[in-house]
T-cell receptor, first 114, second 112 residues
Framework: NAGVTQTPKFQVLKTGQSMTLQCAQD?????MYWYRQDPGMGLRLIYY???????DKGEVPNGYNVSRLNKREFSLRLESAAPSQTSVYFC?????????????FGPGTRLTVT | KQEVTQIPAALSVPEGENLVLNCSFT??????LQWFRQDPGKGLTSLLL?????REQTSGRLNASLDKSSGRSTLYIAASQPGDSATYLC???????????FGKGTKLTVNP
């Protein structure tokens, strides 16, 4: 099993450009998450999806959109990138609703917006 | 809103020492708490998951305890090794939401 995979690993954008970060999991998990990690701020939840077809905002959703394409895939889109969105982005998944879940993380995407 | 504090922010110890990392959280209405390890430039690796019905979990040289009533968890690392050098993150759930809230981590350096 590959676990949680993310593409691309690195990306440089200019202000105003758009891009989509891809995430896929092969553990048959129902819940998926997008986080950003910034120095001194820790990990913060951007969006999450408790099941296919549902998405909800996390702590820092502004400037982002998400799509839960199917049970395996959860994408994060930046419509008009800003320097403040320079960060490391992590996708995670878990099997929720059972009271006994554990989140598994992907390797991350390092995004720089100039 | 769940707030998580990890103390100390950084810790440097000689190889072989036993050590304790502390985590405190403000909302005790949690079902689970998870400890992670993060190596520089890498993703997060899950170390231990403690359910609210449990008081502790063990994996090898790691032992994590949970005291919901006081809003505290500790991660105990026995006989530390240079390979244990990493940042350790504590993440309790936020009020039954099945979403985790992360502390800023403790950066551990184990010197040979």
């Amino acid at each position: 099993n590959a676990g949680v995979t993310q593409t691309p690993k690195f990306q440089v954008l200019k202000t105003g450009q758009s891009m989509t970060l891809q995430c896929a999991q092969d553990m048959n998990h129902n819940s998926m998450y997008w986080y950003r990690q910034d120095p001194g701020m820790g990990l913060r939840l951007i969006y999450y999806s408790a099941s296919e077809g549902t998405t909800d905002k996390g702590e820092v959703p502004n400037g982002y959109n998400v799509s839960r394409l199917n049970k395996r895939e959860f994408s994060l889109r930046l419509e008009s990138a800003a320097p403040s969105q320079t960060s490391v982005y992590f996708c995670a998944s878990s099997l929720t609703g059972t009271g006994d879940y554990e989140q598994y993380f992907g390797p991350g995407t390092r995004l720089t917006v100039t | 809103k769940q707030e998580v504090t990890q103390i100390p922010a950084a810790l440097s110890v000689p190889e072989g020492e036993n050590l304790v990392l502390n985590c405190s959280f403000t909302d005790s209405a949690i079902y689970n708490l998870q400890w992670f390890r993060q190596d520089p430039g890498k993703g997060l690796t899950s170390l231990l998951l403690i359910q609210s019905s449990q008081r502790e979990q063990t994996s090898g040289r790691l032992n994590a305890s949970l005291d919901k009533s006081s809003g505290r968890s500790t991660l105990y690392i026995a006989a530390s090794q240079p390979g244990d050098s990493a940042t350790y993150l504590c993440a309790p759930e936020e009020g039954g939401s099945e979403k985790l809230v992360f502390g800023k981590g403790t950066k551990l350096t184990v010197n040979p």
